[in-house]
């Protein structure tokens, strides 16, 4: 569960203070690191995109009668400047998938985000209007929510656990979450028990280059 010595002031792993009587917690996890960073922090591009670049770095600098040796030597410094910048970012990626635990109770989503500075996002359920799930592979996706009334989270303060593009109007994504469709249906569930059982109205689904499953996402009065 995340439960590391940077976060044991927390009254629960992933809870600032201790749930009201009578609430409990249905589910929690955290992102997959390797899939945040691809999707976040783009690193199959970026591996692809300096891979190019050396490729093209070797064709504008060979010469006739050019040694091996002085190409190569060339090309091993781009090599490490770019490894640098991925591992970096891979770190980065690692460290915010620790430092990240989603909560589902039967009242509320609650984010524990940040890696140096940790934030703590409380989202009521009757305050969540609809919830779009995006299954990528292998079970591993993303679930956006979005938020009823004029109150906003900034997408700043919400980045890498924001919904991309919506910069205007921020909306709280779950990132990188194996099983998705299950924490869908338990959302769901959850969900209609805080709106009285009032059913759901048709899935609103971001496009996907896998299957998904037939699972109610969207969430409406």
């Known amino acids: 569960m995340n439960a590391h010595h940077e976060h044991e002031f927390e009254a629960a792993p992933g809870l600032p203070e201790a749930l009201p009587a009578g609430e409990r917690i249905l589910w ?19 591996a692809l995109y300096f891979g190019l670049m050396l490729a093209l770095q070797a064709v ?32 980065i ?10 909560t589902l109770t039967d009242k509320r989503v ?12 409380n989202l009521p359920l009757s305050g969540i209007q609809a919830a779009r799930v995006r299954n990528t592979r292998h079970g591993i996706g993303n679930i956006a929510l979005s ?15 924001a919904r991309p593009w919506q910069v205007n109007n921020p909306e709280p994504m779950l990132r990188c979450l194996p099983n998705v469709d299950a924490l869908g249906r338990q959302l769901e569930a959850a969900w209609s028990a ?4 009032k059913p759901m109205h048709a899935a ?14 969207a969430i409406s009065p």
């Open 60 to 91: 504008f600098s060979w010469e006739p009668g050019m040694r091996a040796a002085t190409l190569l030597g060339g090309l091993a410094f781009s090599a490490v400047l770019a490894s640098l910048a991925l591992g970096l970012l891979a770190l």
């Open 110 to 121: 609650v984010m524990r985000v940040g890696i140096v500075l940790t934030l703590t996002f």
């Open 147 to 161: 938020l009823r009334g004029p109150d906003r989270i900034a997408f700043l303060h919400l980045w890498p656990h």
């Open 204 to 217: 609103q689904r971001d496009p996907a280059p896998a299957p998904q499953a037939n699972l109610p996402a």
């Open 93 to 102: 990626a690692w460290l915010s998938a620790r430092t990240t635990l989603y």
């Open 194 to 197: 805080v709106h009285s059982n």
């Open 28 to 46: 929690q996890g955290s992102p997959d690191w390797r899939t945040l960073g691809n999707e976040a922090f783009h690193l199959r591009r970026l």
